[in-house]
């Protein structure tokens, strides 16, 4: 299972769920090149667990769904290790926790929205102070 974004430039960024890794490809690229995680599964910085969904901001920010570490990490563009914006007190049901996030979305506004999944929820967070 991969999740898959198509930004500005038309460069595709998929979640390589079983590597542990958002890989992008630049239009007409024949090789990707790995924007996140990548160091096998783990919840250090430089790592994701079963990404899911990823997103991708005008600046080059990639934002991902990191399930198996039930946070959403960002990872500016070419930074080695990502830093977490939602989701860093373990898994659970507490307004700053999540269990197992699957999707992300953005608002006009900026609000970042992660779908839930095993909380069974959509929560909304002010990516300016990760508060819900």
Known sequence: LGYIFVDQDYSVYISDEKNHRVMKWIKGAT???????????????????????????????????????????????????????????????????LYHPQDLSFDQQGNLYVVDCSNSRIQRFNTDSTSS
Do not use: F
């Open 31 to 97: 090789e990707g090149i790995v924007v996140a995680g990548g160091q096998d599964a783990g919840n250090d910085l430089t790592q994701l667990s079963r990404p899911r969904g990823v997103l991708v901001d005008q600046l080059g920010t990639v934002y991902v769904a990191d399930c198996g570490n039930h946070r959403v990490m960002l990872w500016s563009k070419g930074a080695k290790q990502g830093i977490v914006v939602v989701g860093e007190n373990n898994e659970g049901k507490r307004s700053n926790q």
